[in-house]
């Protein structure tokens, strides 16, 4: 089992510009989440889905946009990037209250 | 408003020794409690959890405490080895909410010297 992973591990982008995060699980968890950890910060929930083809919103989710058409699978989207949007990105799934991370994503925004 | 706090962003201690780490919440609707270790350039990974029906629970050289009253919940490393040292980030949750997010705190980065 690879458990959780994420694409790419580094990006940059400059300001305005858009990409694309992708999540995959091979646990067949129902409940996937978006974080991004900053200094002093913690990790923040983006958006979070319970199940294939539904997504809510979390503490910061503003800029950001996500979808699950696979149950498999949980995409986080920025539309126009901002340097506020420089961070470390983590993706986590779970059946039950432990979650599982990602290896994470380092995104700078230029 | 942050639900949970971690007051320590650092803490050093000697290998060998007890390492403690603290956590405090303000919900009192959080009913399950979780304690992460995190590697630098990797995923948080899941060290062990209470539940609030419990007070203790322990999984070899950690144990963790949890005081309802005081809403405190510690981390006990004994003996810390050098290989603890890591970031350990302290997260809640509502067990009954849908979706069961949990909430972090800043996180504690634990140095072991040899």
């Known amino acids: 089992n690879a458990g959780v992973t994420q694409t790419p591990k580094f990006r940059v982008l400059k300001t305005g510009q858009s990409m694309t995060l992708l999540c995959a699980q091979d646990?067949?968890?129902?409940?996937m989440y978006w974080y991004r950890q900053d200094p002093g910060m913690g990790l923040r929930l983006i958006h979070y889905?319970?199940?294939?083809?539904?997504?809510a919103k979390g503490e910061v989710p503003d800029g950001y946009n996500v979808s699950r058409l696979k149950k498999q699978n949980f995409l986080l989207g920025l539309e126009s990037a901002a340097p506020s949007q420089t961070s470390v990105y983590f993706c986590?799934?779970?059946?039950?209250?432990?979650?599982?991370f990602g290896p994470g994503t380092r995104l700078t925004v230029t | 408003d942050q639900q949970v706090k971690q007051n320590s962003p650092s803490l050093s201690v000697q290998e060998g020794r007890i390492s403690i780490l603290n956590c405090d919440y303000t919900?009192?609707?959080?009913?399950?409690f979780l304690w992460y270790k995190k590697y630098p350039a990797e995923g948080p990974t899941f060290l062990i959890s209470?539940?609030?029906?419990?007070d203790k629970n322990e999984d070899g050289r950690f144990t963790v405490f949890l005081n309802k009253s005081a809403k405190h919940l510690s981390l006990h490393i004994v003996p810390s080895q050098p290989g603890d040292s890591a970031v350990y980030f302290c997260?809640?949750?509502?067990?009954?909410?849908?979706?069961?997010?949990?909430?972090f705190g800043q996180g504690t980065e634990l140095s072991v010297k040899p």
């Open positions: 889905s319970v199940g294939e083809g539904t997504t």
């Open positions: 919900n009192s609707m959080f009913d399950y």
């Open positions: 997260a809640a949750s509502e067990t009954g909410n849908q979706g069961g997010k949990l909430i």
């Open positions: 209470i539940s609030s029906i419990k």
């Open positions: 986590a799934s779970s059946y039950g209250p432990v979650q599982y």
């Open positions: 646990m067949n968890h129902e409940y």
